[in-house]
């Protein structure tokens, strides 16, 4: 943690002069690190008894020269799966490093990106720690890192933003690429090449009257196929292609009082995917989520922030789960260039499948993040 | 209906201290009644919450020049030009930062005054020149805005000599507005020292001019040493009006050679440069100079847009004229309308909208990050989806083995 602070002292002093330019994206350095833990503790019901994941990010956006900036990501992250037949994987270390060029082509108006991704993390797993991979992907349960490492990947994109009356309107769309590997390590005779995604996102948002906004998104990701090649327990050669994804997301935020109220929505969708065999009805899916937070500013430089969820899950045609959750956030300016974000959170719900059958599960969610920089 | 007396605005602001346009009116209600140190803060504390606002960048701004933080004033200024707001703002901005500037050389001139019995003990900069107006002695009038014509052009013939410093123009008018030396005339060599004491510049060029009926000008200078009042060298000359560039060049000349500075070539040739071939340009723009240091903004803009018009390769008249355009616009243009032109400026309202369309294109921790409370802004929580979505997005061994359903945690083992 020592070592992390002190790159991003050296990259907050490197950003100072260059960020007086302004014209990047990022008007100053940011940097941000902390811990962030999340576990699920499911009843019997179901094979599967625990699920964690603990992880500490390092994330810094960093303005360069005129229009260009950066921004870069990595975590080290550790998971573990526990089954009831006593089954216990575990799987810890570095994650995928995300190394995002942004080049502003018209301050507040257009920028262009290039991402890579740069494959730090186990992109290569043993087929017996699978199954904490796997868990870890759910979009249900929503792990704060999904994966613990890919392949080699190019991400290029492009966003606009524009006054249309009172809405601002955002577009964007990317297309990203990723080499082939190995999934398993204890089997390289499989080769996993990823399908091109292309991604389009359009966003409108406004403020309403002095003391209100509305933001709307909705996203559609397209993939072509995925190709295996070699064969082992999991799949066999030939290709997969996943089902196109669309998410729409909504926020409201309502200045009440002294108080901010947000209510907040997304809704995941995705088409069931398919191979030679035809469509697989079991990658269908819908995550819809809602959220309502009340901000509460008890200080110039403290907030707490309760919060209320609810989610659901539908998989297939059957409904996968629902889990409500409480919470609170404290958000504090320990100095002018350093804050502290404080969550918990309680989770609680069911998870089914018509073949595994139903558990009850509750969960826990503990994090701290430090945000350098303004 | 947002209240508006002082004491209400104040209660609000307290009642709401992360609400930025509570404490933004309040900082207007504070400027508006000419209480700029209160202003300020109020500013500071709306720019806590939306560091980025530009309506209160602008109040900041302004209220900088009010409590005469010239620096700061000209910094915030210059910040807000970088965010490429809609050029009619950045035309307001630099006409703001040239008023300032105006008004940073009095506060200066005045300093120094008020300090003069410490300056008068401090050491001068070596090889600091400062250029004093030159005196027309002769009795047609119109040429007497050439006292600040000819000594702009000393200036910057003798800033191409490397080895010498130059003080701007108007740092030394300014000084001489405020010792009311600048309807006196020629002034004597002990006050052309004193003012170069002031300014801590080594040596003060002082000098004359005259005309007579056959357009023949005589132009004599001399170089004072501000430490004693003593003159270190002098050069004169006559010529034709027409060649009154070609006389000020060969003055300027005897004057180095006279203090002993040896030129080398690239020097020569860059003092024998003229900055026009049309005296009548010449004479509009030094009618330019005189308006601007009056601070008459309009008429500095007119005469310094005639002398560009005659002579568009004029470069100095051409600089000035869009600088003087530019305070004059700012000049007569209220705060209230300012800081509204800069928040209706759309390059700034958009960056919020830009920063989420890239995020989700191209996801990175940076749309983790932002969610994340700043220092300076505990700002509104961020309910973007983009991190949950992204669980999808994984194309590791869980997309591998999308087969077994996305109902693994089910199924395995």
Known sequence: MLRIARVLLVLSSAAGPLAAQGVGLYPSFAGLTGFEAQVYNFDPGINTKLVSQWHVPIVAVVPLSGPLSFDVTTNYASQRFEAYDGTVETLSGLTDTQLRLLYTLSPDRFVGSVSFNLPTGQHSVPSTEFNVVGAVGSNYLSFPVPNPGTSFGVTTGLAYAARAGSWDVGISGSVRYLASYQPFSDDDTLSYKPGVEGRVRAGVDRLLGERARFLLGFTVSTFSSDDYTGTNQFVSQGSYAPGTRLIGDATFLRVIGRCTLTASAWDLYRVAGSDTSGSILGTKENVVNGELRLTWPVGPRFQVEPMAGYRESDVANYLNGRMGSGGVTLRMGLTDRLSLTVVGRYDTGWIYDPISGRADFTGFQGSFFLRMGQ | MA???????????????????????????????????????????????????????????????????????????????????????????????????????????????????????????????????????????????????????????????????????????????????????????????????????????????????????????????????????????????????????????????????????????????????????????????????????????????????????????????????????????????????????????????????????????????SSVATTAGLGLPSADPNRIAEGTLTDGPARTAIDASVTLILKLP
Do not use: W
């Open chain 2, 3 to 369: 209240p508006t007396g002082l004491s209400a605005l104040e209660a609000e602001s307290a009642r709401h201290p992360s609400d930025a346009q509570a404490s933004l009116r309040l900082a207007k209600a504070y400027y508006e009644a000419g209480r700029f140190a209160d202003a300020r803060r109020a500013v500071g504390t709306a720019l806590l919450v939306e560091p980025q606002n530009p309506e209160a960048r602008v109040y900041l701004g302004l209220c900088y020049e009010k409590l005469a933080q010239f620096d700061s004033a000209r910094t915030t200024y210059q910040d807000l030009i970088a965010t490429h707001p809609t050029k009619s703002v950045q035309h307001l901005l630099r006409g703001r930062l040239a008023i300032l500037e105006h008004e940073a050389l009095v506060a200066a001139a005045r300093q120094a005054i008020a300090n003069e019995s410490l300056l008068a003990r401090t050491p001068p900069e070596p090889n600091t020149v400062a250029v004093m107006p030159l005196h027309y002695a002769g009795t047609d009038s119109s040429y007497r805005p050439l006292e600040r014509g000819l000594a702009a052009v000393m200036i910057t013939d003798l800033s191409r000599v490397r080895e010498l410093k130059v003080l701007e123009r108007a740092r030394l008018q300014a000084l001489l507005d405020e010792l009311h030396l600048s309807s006196q005339g020629r002034v004597d060599l002990a006050t052309g020292a004193r003012s170069g004491r002031l300014l801590r510049a080594a040596e003060v060029v002082q000098g004359q001019f005259t005309t007579d009926a056959s357009s023949q000008v005589r132009l004599d200078a001399t170089v004072v040493r501000a430490a004693d009042a003593q003159v270190a060298a002098s050069g004169s000359g006559s010529d034709k009006l027409q060649a009154l560039f070609n006389l000020e060049k060969m003055v300027v000349l005897q004057l180095l050679s006279r203090l002993g500075i040896t030129l080398t070539p690239a020097e020569r040739v860059a003092i024998s440069e003229r900055p026009t071939k049309d005296m009548v340009a010449f004479l509009l723009y030094s009618r330019g100079l005189e308006a601007d240091d009056d601070g008459d903004f309009t008429g500095a803009a007119a005469a310094f847009n005639a002398a560009a018009e005659r002579d568009p390769t004029f470069t100095q008249a051409v600089q000035q004229a869009a600088s003087a355009r530019a305070a004059q616009a700012a000049s007569v243009t209220p705060a209230t309308s300012l800081a509204a032109a800069a928040s209706a400026s759309t390059g700034a309202s958009t960056s919020g909208t830009l920063g989420t369309a890239i995020n989700a294109a191209v996801p990175s921790g940076a749309g983790v990050l």
